[in-house]
């Protein structure tokens, strides 16, 4: 005789542990939906990285363009932990529409262009989708779980970083390298402590031999007029600096910190723009 494994569990639980039971089984589930939903959202991450690819380097402007131009379906766009019950049987505009209505994530990449720094949240869960914790995948690709606090406290900082790097002056690394060979006092009052943008071509790229990086000295050079301008950037953006050649045109937003012992220095940088090999 075959007895049901409820019956059974119940047997040996009782029912006062039946609550108990059901919660367990309810964090399970929970768990493993939690786990779908970051495969979900990794598999939008490539699916935004394979269209900035195939697009010079742009972002897609919404989520549901990605139906139409990636082999990504409409399942990934659907939370397991909500109701959200993806329509695969959609094809073109109305697909589009469709994740454009009724995705759980929220995209943050919308207008960005080129390489983005590795610590900006590029995809994230909706509030409800969780109890108090959110999937975020960043630009470079990998997908965290964070607290819900600690995810928005993250996307916070990168929107006002984004939007200071947007509303930046920017300035040709010609004219910046000159100004600072005439009058390094002038200079500092234009620039020193300011977060700017400078556009110009890559002069060397700084403590990469083969596939190892000396990280204390890794940074990009500026050809400059006069004085180079020596680039730092963020922790975790060395894929960036590694993919840069001389000769390169690009633009690199960051803090200008003036000479340091001598050395046209600018901290805290970011590619932004297109980037143009020659």
């Not at 994530?105 to 909706?126: E, R």
């Not at 050649?245 to 901290?267: A, H, Y």
Request: charged fraction near 20%; glycine fraction near 10%.
């Amino acid at each position: 005789m075959k007895i049901p494994i409820l019956a059974v569990l119940l047997g040996v639980v009782g029912a006062a542990g039946v609550p108990l039971l059901v919660h367990e089984f309810e964090k399970a589930a929970e768990s493993a939906h939690r786990v779908q939903c970051a495969n979900n959202m990794l598999q939008i991450g490539f699916a935004l990285n394979h269209y900035q690819d195939d697009n010079h380097g742009t972002y897609p402007p919404d989520l549901g363009t990605l139906v139409k131009t990636t082999d990504i379906t409409t399942t990934a766009f659907a939370c397991p932990s909500t109701a959200t019950n993806a329509q695969n049987d959609l094809v073109g505009d109305r697909a589009v529409d469709w994740v454009n209505r009724n995705t759980d994530y929220i995209y943050n990449g919308a207008g960005l262009v080129g390489l983005v720094n590795s610590s900006y949240i590029m995809l994230f869960d909706k509030d409800s989708n969780h109890d108090r914790v959110m999937n975020v995948v960043y630009a470079d690709g990998h997908c965290e779980m964070l607290s819900a606090k600690d995810a928005h406290g993250a996307i916070d900082r990168g929107l006002k970083r984004r939007q200071q790097r947007d509303r930046s002056p920017i300035y040709q690394a010609s004219q910046l390298g000159a100004d600072y060979a005439a009058n390094e006092v002038a200079a500092d009052e234009n620039y020193k402590g300011k977060a700017i943008r400078i556009d110009g071509s890559v002069s060397n790229v700084v403590g990469f031999s083969g596939h190892s990086i000396d990280v204390d000295s890794a940074h990009i050079v500026l050809k400059g007029s006069g004085r180079d301008i020596h680039c730092w950037f963020t922790g975790g953006e060395f894929y960036v600096m590694d993919s840069l050649r001389p000769n390169d045109s690009i633009v690199i937003f960051g803090t200008c910190e003036g000479l340091k012992s001598g050395t046209l220095t600018m901290s805290e940088c970011e590619l932004v723009g297109s980037l143009t090999r020659r």
